[in-house]
């Protein structure tokens, strides 16, 4: 079956960086155009990052360009979410996402916790 997996998340200070990790399986992940999306507490939910099926076209949060990039390995069937400069408004469940065609986003990952706190 479908799964997508993050992990990568945790605690950080301000100004510190992580990478988050997105493992698929269940399907070719090649084929999918893929986000990240994420969940502040006490939030709604806020598109962060979109890739291409290739891994050429990448689209961020206005908000966010400059510091976060998004990857893909197609051969591992990963994707990556680079956060640098971290700060405490990025503080969310950070989900991977798999876009379907016509749909939207119909399979995500259980997410996971970057704090960012001094």
């Known amino acids: 079956e479908v799964q997508l997996v993050e992990s990568g998340g945790g605690l950080v200070q301000p100004g510190d960086n992580l990478r988050l990790s997105c493992a698929a399986s269940?399907?070719?992940?090649?084929?999918?155009?893929m986000s990240w999306v994420r969940q502040a507490p006490g939030k709604g939910l806020e598109w962060v990052s979109s890739?291409?099926?290739?891994?050429?076209?990448?689209y961020y949060a206005d908000s966010l360009k400059g510091r976060f990039s998004v990857s893909r390995d197609n051969a591992k069937a990963t994707l990556y979410l680079q956060m640098n400069s971290l700060k405490p408004e990025d503080t969310a469940v950070y989900y991977c996402?798999?876009?379907?065609?016509?749909?939207?986003?119909?399979?995500w990952g259980q997410g996971t916790q970057v704090t960012v706190s001094s």
């Open positions: 890739i291409s099926r290739g891994g050429y076209t990448t």
């Open positions: 996402a798999r876009w379907e065609p016509g749909i939207g986003y119909g399979f």
């Open positions: 269940g399907f070719t992940f090649g084929s999918y155009d």
